[in-house]
C-alpha cells in the first residue's frame, strides 16, 4: 500500500455516476461505480448493498479495473419518488470494502460529531487533552507496544466516523496508536499544548487517540499527553483505556485476553432495543420550558473576542471537606451542592423577580446502564442532558436543593437519550438550543490501588491524569473534580466570542464564593433570596447573543473553460475534507468551466437560492454536472433530482465518498471520467 493510500484508508475513495431524471419511477436505477480495485471487491461491495436494501434486486457489471456497474432494481411495492435513500447513499459511498464496519450513530455521540463536522472554525473545541506525569523508570518500546495491544483489545480505538450522508461510527479491523517521543529541549509544554490542539484529527481514519511524551532531563518525570477526541471518548473512558494500558506494560507490553466485551457492538445493539416510552414521558414534562432562564450573564454586546477561554478556581481547605459534609447533611452530595448554585446564577442572571424556571446541561456517563458489564465499555455512552428547577426567591433552599438532586436520579434512568429525542419530544426546533452551559462533574481518576502498587514495584509513579479542558457546544462548561489533597477543582471552558474573559472569571468566581458560602450560612435553612443576597455587591456577567444562522448559496467561478463546454458545479457544505476541491480544480485537464456553489450554514433542505444560480447555468445551455465529496454528494444528488425534475433534462451527478484531500481530489476525477464530456 503506498503512503498515499494508507494516509486516506485501506482502499481508494469510491466514486458514484448517477444520471439524475432518467427513468420512470420504479424503474431500475444504474449507477457508475469508479474506484473498486478488484472484481472481488465489487462482488463484496454488490452483496453488501443486496444484504443491507433488500427492497431493491441488485446486479453487477463489470467493463475493466476500477469501472463497473450497479443495477437496482426496487420491487413492485417499493417505489418511490427518491430511491436514492440516506441509508443507500450512505452504504453506496463507504467505507471501502473490508475499510470498516458501520454501526449506528445516537445520542450524544451522534450530537458532537455533527456540531464537530458542520462547525470547522470551532474543530478545537472538540479536542480533549488528558495529561499526567511518569515518574520512574520508562521503557519506550514497551510503553508503545502496550497501547498497540491495548488498541487490539479495545474497539473504541479502532473507531472513525463517517457523515456522508448519515452519520455513523465505523468500526476498523485494525489501527496504529500514533505515540511520539519529544524532549524540552525541542518544545515547551504550552507550546505543545497549543499545537497539539490546533492539529485536530481527521475524523474518517481511527485511531481518534493519540500520545506524546515530553521527556526533561535524566531522572526528570516525564510528562505524557494523551489527545482524543470528545464525540468518541470523555474522560470516564480515557481512565479505563488508562488502566488497561497500565496492565499491558506490566506485562511486558502485552494485554492477555481477547476482544472486550461487551463493547460498542453489544451497547449499540443493547440501545437498539431500549424502548423510548419512559423516557418521551420524563422529557415530556421536564424539557426546559420556553422563557427558562438558561444564560450565565444578562444580555450583552459583542464581546469583541474569539476562541476558547480557560479558566481553574479551586475550592481548598477548609471549604472542600465543609461542602461534602453540608450536602451529605442535607441528603445530598457535592454534584446537587455545585448544581444548586449554578441554578442561583442563571436565576440571578435573569433579573427575574418572581419564581422562574432555570435550565442547564448536566452531563452523565452512561456507565450505569442496565447493560451488563456497560461499566468496563470505554466509549462515550452518556450524554449532556438539560436539568431544569424552578428558582423562587421566597421557597427555602433546601427544597431547591431537593429539586436538583431529584432531577438527577430523573435523569439518570435515560442517560443514552439525545437532545434530538428530547427537542421532538417537547415540540422544539431541530437547531433550537435547550441549554447554555453544561455543569460536569468528573469522579476518582488513577490508576487504581492494585496497578498503582504494582508499578510502585518496578520503581514508577504516575500520579491522576488532569483534563486541559474542552467546551461540549455550549457557551460555558463548568468540570468539576477532586485533586489528591480533597480540594474540590472548578474547570471552566468557554465561548470568548459569548463570554468576555471578565464576564467568565466572575461567573466562575461567584459559583466559587456561593460554594463557600454555603458551608458558613449560620441560618441552616435560609431562603433562596437570603443566598441570593449574598452577592449583592457583585456586578452580574453579561453574555454576547448568539449569532443567527443564515442560510445562502454563493456561485464563485474556479476556473473558466470552453464557451459552450460542459460545467462542472462543485458542492461545498458543511464537513466536505478541506483542501480537495481545490487539488482538484488545479489538476483538472478537461476544457469544463469549474464553479464551487457555496452552501452556508446548517445543514438543511436545498436552498432555493442554490436552484436558482443552478438555472441560471443551465440557462445557457451548457450540460451541469453535479459534482459532491462526502457529504456534498448528498447535495449534489437533491439538487441534481430537484434540477431535473423542474428543467425535464437528465442532470449528471459525481458522488464520492470521505477521504483526505488527496483521496477524494482523485476519486472526483475517477467519478468524471465516467461522465461523457462535450467539448463546446
Known amino acids: 500500500m503506498s503512503r498515499r493510500d494508507a494516509a486516506d484508508g485501506p482502499g481508494p475513495v469510491l466514486a458514484v455516476v448517477h444520471e439524475a431524471g432518467r427513468g420512470a419511477p420504479g424503474s431500475t436505477l444504474v449507477l457508475g461505480l469508479r474506484g473498486l480495485r478488484h472484481d472481488a471487491d465489487a462482488e463484496v461491495f454488490a452483496a453488501r448493498i443486496a444484504e443491507r436494501h433488500r427492497s431493491f434486486r441488485v446486479t453487477l457489471e463489470g467493463h475493466g479495473p476500477g469501472r463497473h456497474t450497479l443495477r437496482l432494481l426496487p420491487d413492485a411495492a417499493a417505489a418511490g419518488p427518491a430511491p436514492l435513500s440516506a441509508g443507500l447513499l450512505a452504504d453506496l459511498l463507504g467505507p471501502y470494502p473490508g475499510g470498516g464496519e458501520p454501526l449506528a450513530l445516537d445520542g450524544y455521540r451522534r450530537e458532537l460529531l455533527v456540531e464537530a463536522v458542520t462547525r470547522p472554525e470551532g474543530a478545537e473545541r472538540y479536542v480533549e487533552q488528558i495529561h499526567w506525569n511518569w515518574a520512574g523508570p520508562l521503557d519506550r518500546d514497551r510503553f508503545d507496544a502496550a497501547w498497540q495491544s491495548v488498541c487490539g483489545r479495545e474497539s473504541v480505538l479502532r473507531a472513525a466516523f463517517d457523515w456522508t450522508a448519515v452519520p455513523r461510527l465505523l468500526l476498523h479491523p485494525c489501527a496504529e496508536v500514533e505515540v511520539v517521543h519529544r524532549t524540552r529541549a525541542e518544545i515547551a509544554w504550552q507550546d505543545l499544548l497549543d499545537a497539539d490542539r490546533a492539529r485536530g484529527f481527521a475524523l474518517n481514519r481511527p485511531p481518534l487517540l493519540r500520545l506524546t511524551l515530553l521527556e526533561g532531563e535524566p531522572g526528570a518525570p516525564t510528562r505524557i499527553l494523551l489527545t482524543c477526541h470528545r464525540a468518541l471518548l470523555d474522560e470516564r473512558g480515557v481512565g479505563l483505556l488508562l488502566r488497561a494500558f497500565y496492565r499491558a506494560y506490566l506485562a511486558a507490553g502485552v494485554l492477555p485476553g481477547g476482544e472486550r466485551r461487551p463493547d460498542l457492538w453489544d451497547h449499540a445493539r443493547w440501545l437498539a432495543r431500549q424502548s423510548d416510552e419512559g423516557a418521551r414521558e420524563l422529557w415530556t414534562r421536564a424539557a426546559p420550558p420556553r422563557g427558562a432562564a438558561t444564560a450565565p450573564g ?383
Open 298 to 680: 444578562r444580555p450583552g454586546a459583542d464581546t469583541r473576542q474569539s476562541g476558547q477561554g480557560r479558566l481553574r478556581r479551586r475550592l481548598g481547605e477548609p471549604y472542600g471537606p465543609r461542602l461534602r459534609s453540608w450536602a451529605a447533611a442535607r441528603g445530598a452530595g457535592e454534584s446537587s451542592a455545585l448544581h444548586l448554585v449554578w441554578a442561583l446564577l442563571l436565576y440571578r442572571a435573569a433579573a427575574a423577580e418572581g419564581p422562574l424556571p432555570v435550565s442547564f446541561g448536566v452531563r452523565l456517563c452512561g456507565g450505569d446502564i442496565a447493560l451488563p458489564g456497560a461499566a468496563g465499555i470505554p466509549g462515550l455512552l452518556g450524554s449532556a442532558l438539560p436539568m431544569t428547577v424552578r428558582v423562587d426567591p421566597a421557597a427555602p433552599l433546601t427544597g431547591l436543593l431537593q429539586q436538583v438532586h431529584d432531577a438527577r436520579l430523573d435523569m439518570a434512568a435515560y442517560p443514552w437519550v439525545s437532545g434530538d429525542r428530547i427537542r421532538e419530544w417537547s415540540g422544539r426546533g431541530p437547531g433550537e438550543r435547550l441549554t447554555e452551559s453544561v455543569i460536569v462533574f468528573d469522579g476518582p481518576a488513577g490508576p487504581g490501588a492494585d496497578v498503582g502498587r504494582e508499578l510502585a514495584a518496578q520503581g514508577i509513579g504516575v500520579d491522576a491524569p488532569r483534563t486541559v479542558g474542552a467546551g461540549a457546544g455550549v457557551p460555558v462548561t463548568v468540570v468539576a473534580r477532586h485533586e489528591s489533597g480533597g480540594a474540590l477543582v472548578l474547570d471552566a471552558v468557554y465561548d470568548r466570542a459569548r463570554l468576555a474573559d471578565a464576564d467568565a472569571a466572575a461567573v466562575l468566581g461567584q459559583c466559587v464564593g456561593l460554594l463557600r458560602a454555603l458551608t458558613d450560612l449560620p441560618d441552616p435553612d435560609p431562603t433562596v433570596g437570603r443566598v441570593l443576597d449574598l452577592l449583592a455587591d457583585d456586578g452580574v456577567p453579561v453574555m454576547a447573543g448568539r449569532p443567527a444562522a443564515a442560510r445562502r448559496a454563493v456561485v464563485r467561478t474556479l476556473r473558466s473553460g470552453a464557451s459552450s463546454a460542459d460545467v462542472i458545479c462543485l458542492l461545498v457544505v458543511p464537513g466536505v475534507v478541506g483542501g480537495c476541491y481545490e487539488l482538484f480544480t488545479r489538476e483538472h485537464r478537461g476544457p469544463q468551466t469549474i464553479v464551487a456553489l457555496d452552501l452556508e450554514g446548517p445543514p438543511g433542505p436545498v436552498v432555493p437560492a442554490a436552484l436558482t444560480a443552478l438555472t441560471g447555468l443551465l440557462a445557457s445551455g451548457r450540460r451541469l454536472v453535479l459534482c459532491g465529496c462526502g457529504p456534498g454528494a448528498g447535495a449534489a444528488y437533491e439538487l441534481g433530482r430537484v434540477l431535473a425534475q423542474g428543467t425535464g433534462s437528465p442532470v449528471s451527478v459525481v458522488m464520492t465518498g470521505l477521504g483526505g484531500p488527496r483521496g477524494s481530489a482523485d476519486a472526483l476525477a475517477r467519478g468524471l471520467a465516467g461522465v461523457a464530456v462535450r467539448r463546446g
